[in-house]
């Protein structure tokens, strides 16, 4: 089962800490997105990349950073400075010819 | 702005029912709409989009720009349809994906 990982799945970190979110897609997909899925609140774009060493910011983006240093990877860091960090993160990357956005399993975040 | 609004948290209905869950949006441009799904322990994955007009799974959805609306319909609902359902708008030049809030469809028996 190819396409777009993500790990961990569960991950917990105490408060003040960053913690890096692992993305990683074989579909040869240029654009790569990150969300937060919160209960009633549907997705909310984080930040997105649509080429290798290209990303822009998305709706929520405070708090949070990613770097694209290769087409396959997409890291998501969450820094102490995301006041609610607590969610369910997914990643997904688009296919540019029928724009349908693929997505990973998920990554929840538990800040203790 | 772009917006879409998905105004049911939660829609109950009866095996064999008509099923719709509403969508409606907001978009300056010519909107390009989908449906996506969530089914219980799997991963979001896309269900259709406006432009194929294709009927998936015995959903079909209908952009009605005059309504600025893009509802998801089925006339018999299955077990196997108890879901999250989100609607979605392009946005950004292709780019993006503006989603609702999601309906969570429960089919009773």
């Known amino acids: 089962d190819g396409g777009i990982t993500q790990s961990p799945k569960y991950l917990f970190r105490k408060e003040g800490q960053n913690v890096t979110l692992s993305c990683e897609q074989n579909?040869?997909?240029?654009?790569m997105y990150w969300y937060r899925q919160d209960p009633g609140q549907g997705l909310r774009l984080i930040y997105y990349?649509?080429?290798?060493?290209?990303?822009q910011k998305g709706d929520i983006a405070e708090g949070y950073s990613v770097s694209r240093e290769k087409k396959e990877s997409f890291p998501l860091t969450v820094t102490s400075a995301q006041k609610n960090p607590t969610a369910f993160y997914l990643c997904?990357?688009?296919?540019?010819?029928?724009?349908?956005?693929?997505f990973g399993p998920g990554t929840r975040l538990t800040v203790l | 702005a772009q917006r879409v609004t998905q105004p049911e948290k939660l829609l109950s209905v009866f095996k064999g029912a008509p099923v719709e869950l509403k969508c409606n949006y907001s978009?300056?441009?010519?909107?390009?709409l989908f449906w996506y799904v969530q089914y219980s322990r799997q991963r979001l994955q896309l269900l259709l989009r406006?432009?194929s007009r294709e009927s998936i799974k015995g959903f079909t959805a209908d952009l009605n720009k005059g309504e600025t609306s893009f509802h998801l319909k089925k006339p018999f609902a299955q077990e196997e349809d108890s879901a999250m359902y989100y609607c979605?708008?392009?946005?950004?030049?292709?780019?993006?994906?503006?989603f609702g809030t999601g309906t969570q469809l429960k089919v009773e028996l």
């Open positions: 997904a990357s688009r296919d540019r010819a029928t724009d349908e956005q693929f």
């Open positions: 579909l040869n997909h240029d654009a």
């Open positions: 990349s649509q080429i290798v060493n290209d990303f």
């Open positions: 978009y300056s441009g010519s909107p390009e």
């Open positions: 406006h432009i």
């Open positions: 979605a708008l392009i946005t950004g030049g292709g780019n993006k994906l503006t």
